[in-house]
């Protein structure tokens, strides 16, 4: 069902699949050099898995596409 904040044009899987292929992109996993970054991160933001994607961004040296601007708080660039 899902929050309803994005209108695709195809169905999701399909959706996300041509954004990859048409940007290039590459998925990255989530690893437990990851897991263990967030861990220390300051609690500027309780949800887990957005301080996840906050310690892959700084590892990694890549934006975060996001409107949650509490993500700000790390110094990461932040992409929305």
Do not use: C
């Amino acid at each position: 069902m899902g929050l309803k904040k994005l209108t695709l044009s195809l169905p999701y899987r399909a959706w996300i699949e041509k954004a990859i292929a048409d940007l290039g992109l590459s998925i990255l996993p989530i690893t437990v050099e990851y897991a263990d970054a967030q861990a220390v991160l300051p609690n500027h933001h309780r949800d887990p898995f957005d301080r996840l994607l906050v310690a892959q961004a700084q590892i990694e040296g890549v934006p975060v596409v996001s409107a949650d601007v509490t993500l700000d708080s790390y110094g990461i660039t932040r992409i929305w």
